[in-house]
Every structure is written in structure tokens, then in C-alpha cells.
């Protein structure tokens, strides 16, 4: 199928599930500016100003034994707080208002789907926007971060202040990830969008939605700028642009509106 067809397909698909489930990653948000992490403009490729890889840095232990640096890196490089949502996180937030899409899972930390509208968003690897205490637990918002000379403490008590943010060797949110797989495992439609699929457990939701073959009309597509290795498991696979594939699609299905 060429790309005409491709997206043809998809519209029809969308016209025929009323269980959509949105399986997200950092591709989202390149087109609101936002780079992702292994592409080769990826944040995980520009790591010449720190002699440590970003995996690393990115890490519990990192932070714990090298807090400045990890500050250093997280502001510049993982805070894009003036960036806007793109079609492809207003397209799904539409898809969610005509009760087609049941639930958004991102890998994302930018809060761009709830920023487009969307309201059922399951963030696996957490939010910018939600920082605490490590002592007293004490809450702060993304600003509180921003406005303080490298690493910020708490105000109440001096403790030194945590992003809610899943690092490397921490344990993803129990609740966000048994949530993932029972929105996946039930939905009639699964769209992937913007994802390597090489982080756990990205890959297993994938094998989740395919493993239940009881459903068999159910409908699977992959929107990726470059190919995944799960790319011919999908029924149709999108290598262009999410932001433009969606809008192209979107505008098959209704009346801008
Ligand atoms: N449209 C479609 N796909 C895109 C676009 C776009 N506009 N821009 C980039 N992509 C694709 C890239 O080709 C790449 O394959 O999105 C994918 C992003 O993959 P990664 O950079 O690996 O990001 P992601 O899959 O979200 O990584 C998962 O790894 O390090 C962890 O916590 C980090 O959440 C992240 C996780």
C-alpha cells in the first residue's frame, strides 16, 4: 500500500473501533520542538558537553551522588515548559472527545496531551510538573525548579527536591503500568505513535495487544519516521511524520470541528 492508501485504511479502522488506545513515546513531541532521545538528533546523541552518557546521567543513582550535574543536565535538556502541542496531541484529544480513543499511554514527561485536551493520559515515566521533597514529601510545581540556582531544596524543610519522573533503576508507577496493559488488552484498535519500543515495558504492551487473538477484527497501526523492529507485526505501518499522518486522517473522518 502507498501512503494514500495506508492512511485511507486508518480512517477506515478509526470509523470501525469505538476502543482505541494511544501508545505514545518521545516522536510525539518532536514536532513541538521537543527532540527525542535516539534519533540521530536525539538527546541521547548530543552528549558532547557532558563526558557522561544521558542514560547515565538520567539515572537514581546519578542523582543521588551527583545532584548539581544532574540538575545541569535535567533543565537544559529534558524542561521544554514553552513547548505547545502538535496535530498529533490535538488529534488524539479530538479522537477522545467523539468517544473513539479511550486512553492516551505516553512514555512522555511534557504534559502535551493534557495540554491538547486529552483527559484519560497515562504517563508511565511520570511529569515535569510534579516535583517533591525527598524529606518531607512537601509538593512543588515545575517553576519552583526553574527559578532556583541548580539544585532547588525545599522551603519548609531544606530537603533536597525530586521531579516526579521516572530515572533508570527506578520502578515504573504500579498502578500507570497494570492501567496501560488493561486499556491495551481491551481495546479493539491500538495505535502506536512516536516510539523506539525500545524501553520495557513499551515492547510487552505491544505483545499484550497482539497476544489476546480472541478479538481477531481487532486493528493495529504504527506511526514511526523510522522503521521499529515490530513494524510488520502491525497491520499498517506509517514511516512519516505522527503529527501529519494524524491531521491527513483526521481530516478523512470528520468535518474539522
Ligand atoms: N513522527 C513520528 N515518529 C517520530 C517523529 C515524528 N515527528 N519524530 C521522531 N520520531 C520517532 C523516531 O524515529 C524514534 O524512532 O520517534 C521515535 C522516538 O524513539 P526514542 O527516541 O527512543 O524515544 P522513546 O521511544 O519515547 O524512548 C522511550 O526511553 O530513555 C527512555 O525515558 C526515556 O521515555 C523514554 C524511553
Known sequence: MNLEQKTDKFAEYINQSNNIVFFGGAGVSTES??????????????????NTPPEVI???????????????????????????PNNAHKILAKLEK?????????????????EAGSKN????????????C??????????????????PYCDNCGGIIKPDVVLYEEQLNY?????????????DMLIVGGTSL???????????????????????????????????????SINEKIGEVLKKVYSELYVDN
Open 121 to 132: 493520559v497515562i504517563e508511565l515515566h511520570g511529569t515535569v510538573k510534579n516535583n517533591f
Open 175 to 187: 498502578e500507570a503500568v497494570n492501567s496501560a496493559i488493561n486499556y491495551i488488552t481491551k481495546a
Open 33 to 50: 520542538g521537543i527532540p527525542d532521545f535516539r534519533s540521530s538528533s536525539g538527546i541521547y546523541n548530543k552528549n558532547e558537553e557532558y
Open 58 to 84: 538520567l539515572s537514581h543513582t546519578y542523582f543521588f551522588e551527583n545532584t548539581e550535574k544532574f540538575y545541569d543536565f535535567y533543565k537544559s535538556k529534558m524542561l521544554y515548559l514553552n513547548a505547545k
Open 198 to 236: 525500545a524501553v520495557y515495558p513499551a515492547a510487552y504492551y505491544v505483545s499484550c495487544f497482539f497476544s489476546d487473538n480472541k478479538n481477531t477484527n481487532k486493528k493495529s497501526v504504527i506511526i514511526n519516521k523510522t522503521t521499529t523492529d515490530y513494524d510488520k507485526i502491525f497491520d499498517i
Open 134 to 151: 525527598l524529606d518531607c514529601r512537601k509538593k512543588f510545581d515545575v517553576n519552583y525548579i526553574i527559578e532556583r540556582k541548580n539544585v
Open 98 to 114: 467523539k468517544n473513539k480513543l479511550k486512553a492516551v499511554i505516553t512514555q512522555n514527561i511534557d504534559n502535551l496531551h493534557q
